[in-house]
C-alpha cells in the first residue's frame, strides 16, 4: 500500500480515537491546568503526531504509550474523587501566603515566588493595599485567592441591614420582532398578555429587538429604532405612594372625626397599613 | 369637600391598590415575593371592609350627605 494512504488511514483513526479520549478526561479550563495535567496533555499530543506522521515504525508500541498515558490520567481521577491522600498527591495542596493579615514567607519560598511576583499578582486580583489583605492562598493551579479585611470588603444589602427583593431570572420573550413561545410559557404568561403589554406602551412586534420579563412581570424592550422612547413603567411606584397617600388620609381622619370609636379604627388601621408599606418597600422600590 | 366624600376618595385609592397588588401577586414568580404581595392585600382588604362600614355609618348619621 501506498505510504501516504496509511497515513490518511491512521490520521482519521488516531483523529477519532484522541477526540473521544479527551472528551472521557477531566474537564478543565486551560489556564486551571496543574503541571501534571498539562505534562499528560502534551505527551499524548506528541504520541499522536508521531503515530500518524508514521515515525513510530510499529504502530502497536505507539498505541500502548497513548492507552498508557491517555488511561492513567482517566483512573487517578477517579481514585482521587474517591481518596484525599491520592488527590492531594496529584495536585498538590494549596499553600497559604497570607494568614491574619501577616505575609507567610517560608510559604512564599517554598512556592518560588519573589515578593515582587506576590505584589502583581495581588494587584492582578484587584488588592493594591497589601494592608487590605486578610487571607490570601495559592491554589494548586498557581492562582492567588484573596480575602480582603472585613470593613475592606464591598458592601452589601445584608451589611447595610436593608432587605432587598429576591430576583430570579429574567426571561426573554421577544427576539428579532419574533415571539419566544418557550421563554413565554416558563414565566407563564401568554401571547395575549404580551400583545396587551405592547399596545400598552405604544411599539409595533415588528421594531423589538430584545424584550425581557423579569421575575415580578415587567416587560423591558429594546428597540430597533433607538429614537423611539418607551415610558418607564413607573407602576411599581405609583402604587408605593398610592399605599402611602391613603395611609396619610387614615391618619388625618383620625384626627379629624370626634367619635371616639371611629378614631380608633383609623388610628389601628393606620398602623396596619404602616406596617403593609414597611414590608412592601423592597419590593416596589427596588 | 364633604367628610364622606373624601373618606369614599380614600376608599377607591384603597381600591385600586389592592386590586393591583392582587394582579402582582398572580404575576410574580418568586414564591415569597408572592406571599408579601397576597399579605399586603389582604392587609388592605380588611381595611377597605373596615372604612366602608365607616362610611356607612356616616351616611346613616348625615343622610343629607348620602351620594355625595
Known amino acids: ?286 | 369637600m364633604t367628610v364622606v366624600s373624601k373618606v369614599k376618595q380614600t376608599l377607591s385609592t384603597l381600591k385600586g391598590s389592592e386590586a393591583t397588588l392582587r394582579l402582582y401577586s398572580l404575576q410574580e414568580r418568586d414564591k415569597e415575593a408572592r406571599a408579601i404581595y397576597t399579605e399586603a392585600f389582604k392587609e388592605i382588604s380588611k381595611i377597605k371592609i373596615n372604612l366602608e362600614k365607616r362610611v356607612g355609618s356616616i351616611e346613616f348619621q348625615e343622610p343629607q350627605y348620602k351620594g355625595n
Open chain 1, 1 to 286: 500500500m501506498n505510504s501516504w494512504l496509511i497515513i490518511l488511514f491512521n490520521s482519521v483513526i488516531l483523529f477519532f480515537l484522541t477526540f473521544f479520549l479527551t472528551r472521557f478526561m477531566k474537564k478543565r479550563n486551560l489556564s486551571k491546568f496543574t503541571p501534571f495535567d498539562f505534562i499528560s496533555y502534551v505527551i499524548i499530543a506528541l504520541i499522536v503526531a508521531l503515530i500518524s506522521l508514521g515515525i513510530i515504525p510499529n504502530i502497536y508500541f505507539g498505541l500502548t504509550a497513548l492507552a498508557v498515558w491517555g488511561l492513567i490520567p482517566i483512573i487517578l481521577d477517579y481514585s482521587s474523587m474517591k481518596s484525599k491522600w491520592i488527590y492531594n498527591i496529584i495536585n498538590g495542596k494549596e499553600r497559604v501566603l497570607v494568614k491574619n493579615g501577616k505575609v507567610m514567607e517560608d510559604n512564599l519560598a517554598k512556592e518560588r515566588i519573589t515578593g515582587q511576583e506576590f505584589l502583581q499578582e495581588l494587584r492582578s486580583q484587584k488588592s493594591f493595599n497589601l494592608a487590605d489583605v486578610e487571607f490570601a492562598v495559592m491554589e494548586t493551579t498557581g492562582d492567588i485567592n484573596v480575602s480582603l479585611k472585613a470593613d475592606k470588603k464591598p458592601v452589601t444589602s445584608y451589611d447595610l441591614g436593608i432587605k432587598v427583593a429576591p430576583k430570579t431570572e429574567p426571561q426573554a420573550v421577544i427576539l428579532d420582532g419574533n415571539i419566544l413561545n418557550e421563554g413565554l410559557t416558563n414565566i407563564g404568561l401568554s401571547k395575549g398578555w404580551l400583545s396587551t403589554e405592547l399596545e400598552n406602551k405604544g411599539v409595533a412586534l415588528e421594531n423589538v429587538f430584545i424584550g425581557q420579563v423579569d421575575s415580578s412581570g415587567d416587560l423591558y424592550l429594546d428597540l430597533f429604532d433607538d429614537l423611539v422612547q418607551i415610558p418607564k413603567s413607573q407602576n411599581k411606584e405609583m402604587l408605593y405612594a398610592s399605599i402611602q397617600k391613603s395611609q396619610a388620609d387614615l391618619m388625618s381622619f383620625a384626627l379629624e372625626t370626634e367619635n371616639e370609636e371611629a378614631k380608633s379604627m383609623y388610628l389601628k388601621d393606620a398602623e396596619n397599613l404602616e406596617k403593609v408599606i414597611k414590608k412592601l418597600e423592597p419590593y416596589l422600590l427596588r
